[in-house]
Structure formats: C-alpha cells, structure tokens
C-alpha cells in the first residue's frame, strides 16, 4: 500500500491502532477492490461533503431565516473562489449557527458574478430567498457598493437581506489603522518585551506562576490568573 497521500497515512494510522478487520482488508482483500484509489477517495470526500450538507439543510423548515457571510480568496492553485456560509437559528435547538456551505470557484470577481454564483447557490440548495434578511461582505466597491455592488443586487432578489460590513474584515482594519499610531506600536513592544522577559527564563516564569497562585493574591480573580498562567 503506497503511503503518499494523507488519505493512506490515515489509513495506516487505523491499522497500527488495533483496526485488525480494515488490515485484514488491505492485506488478503482483492487488489482490484481495496478502494483506495485517487478517484474513490474523491468520491469519499464528496459522500461526506454531500452529508455534511444535507445535515446542515436539514435544519432547516419553510420559515427559518437566515443571513449569508462571503468572502473571496485565491487558493494553492491560483483559483479564484468564493467562500458561501449562512447564519440562522435552528428552529429545534434555538442556537445559533453559523455554517460553511460551500467553495464556488469564479472566474470573474465582478458585482454581477459575484450576485450570481450566490443566487444560484441559495437556489441550488433550495433556500428560500425571501427568508434571507442579511448579507455580510468586505468593504470592497464591488461588494457593498449601494447601488451597483453585490449586495445592491442581491437585494433585488432578496429584499430583506440587508447589507453590513463584516465585523472580522472591520475588525481588522481598525486594528491596522491601530497600529498607525506610536502609542499603540509602543504598547505592542512593551508587551512583548515582558512576555520575552519570562519566557526566556525558567526561573522568572516559576517566580510568576508562584506569584499568581498565591492564596492569599486576591487582587487577582480566578479568571485572569488563569489567563496570566497561560502565556
């Protein structure tokens, strides 16, 4: 048996487990029938993919709401992919989910490709467009541009999906335009310089940890003298 994909080293990693039926297998079965081809293990991947789905789709009834989350990348292969998730609430358990759906390659990154890869996917996956009440992108023209931007056309199909910025993608342009000023960089060093000052010491990091677990240390509540102690 070949070992050079991950799907064979896991495999492997069963059988020096104690997996005795699936070495049985791999061993004494038939060559032309140990399923351990590129092309079944493409078909295992897609058995779980469509699984996965349906246990995702399965939550859903005739009136459950939800919003969409999209983002582009470019992959190891230089493919261009949008990357489809959806936010609801189970109408069962009363959580809140939020659920990877799907990776759509796109050629174009245009406002009406983009609208159009994921209209399609919503109605692929039979979700009604009616029920979509959001839809959160980055701050990219073609993306939240009001009046030709994906979200402008997405909510012609989908009247209630309001748009709003992405909070990771705000999040990290705050912390970018943060990082602009002196006081936050010197905030950052100093930081960084007294983590250093510990951890390059075996005897200043026992010296904190006993200064942290001291009983009589109250100034310190249990919450933050476990997160001192994880640094």
Same mark, same amino acid.
Do not use: W
């Given at each position: 048996? %070949?070992?050079?994909?991950?799907? &064979?080293?896991?495999? #492997?990693?069963?059988?020096?487990?104690?997996?005795?039926?699936?070495?049985?297998?791999?061993?004494?079965?038939?060559?032309?029938?140990?399923?351990?081809?590129?092309?079944?293990?493409?078909? +295992?991947?897609?058995?779980?993919?469509?699984? /996965?789905?349906?246990? /995702?789709? *399965?939550?859903?009834?005739?009136?459950?709401?939800?919003? &969409?989350?999209?983002? *582009?990348?470019? @992959?190891? !292969?230089?493919?261009?992919?949008?990357?489809?998730? +959806?936010?609801?609430?189970?109408?069962?358990?009363?959580?809140?989910?939020?659920?990877?759906? $799907?990776?759509?390659?796109? /050629? !174009?990154?245009? @406002?009406?490709?983009?609208?159009?890869?994921?209209? !399609? !996917?919503?109605?692929?996956?039979?979700?009604?467009?009616?029920?979509?009440?959001?839809? $959160?992108?980055?701050?990219?023209?073609?993306?939240? *541009?009001?009046?030709? *931007?994906?979200?402008?056309?997405?909510?012609?199909?989908?009247?209630?999906?309001?748009?709003?910025?992405?909070?990771?993608?705000?999040?990290?342009?705050?912390?970018?335009?943060?990082?602009?000023?002196?006081? &936050?960089?010197?905030?950052?060093?100093? &930081? #960084? %310089?007294?983590?250093?000052?510990?951890?390059? %010491?075996?005897?200043?990091?026992?010296?904190?940890?006993?200064?942290?677990?001291?009983?009589?240390?109250?100034?310190? /509540?249990?919450?933050?003298?476990?997160?001192?102690?994880?640094?």
């Amino acid at each position: 048996m %070949s070992s050079g994909s991950n799907f &064979i080293a896991l495999l #492997k990693q069963r059988i020096d487990a104690g997996d005795h039926l699936l070495q049985n297998h791999l061993e004494k079965g038939c060559r032309n029938s140990t399923y351990t081809s590129s092309s079944i293990q493409n078909e +295992i991947i897609e058995l779980i993919r469509e699984y /996965i789905l349906s246990s /995702i789709l *399965g939550r859903f009834d005739p009136s459950t709401l939800y919003s &969409i989350i999209v983002d *582009g990348s470019t @992959d190891s !292969s230089n493919i261009e992919q949008l990357c489809l998730l +959806i936010r609801y609430v189970d109408p069962h358990s009363r959580e809140i989910h939020e659920d990877f759906l $799907a990776f759509l390659p796109t /050629i !174009s990154t245009t @406002d009406e490709a983009i609208a159009d890869h994921i209209l !399609s !996917s919503l109605k692929r996956y039979q979700l009604p467009l009616n029920n979509c009440i959001g839809q $959160a992108y980055d701050g990219a023209p073609n993306m939240s *541009g009001i009046f030709n *931007g994906c979200q402008a056309i997405i909510k012609q199909s989908c009247p209630d999906a309001e748009y709003m910025h992405c909070s990771s993608h705000a999040l990290n342009l705050s912390l970018i335009d943060s990082c602009t000023s002196r006081f &936050i960089r010197n905030m950052f060093g100093i &930081i #960084k %310089s007294v983590t250093t000052f510990f951890n390059d %010491s075996a005897k200043r990091t026992h010296a904190l940890k006993h200064e942290i677990e001291r009983p009589d240390n109250d100034y310190l /509540i249990l919450s933050k003298k476990k997160r001192l102690l994880s640094l």
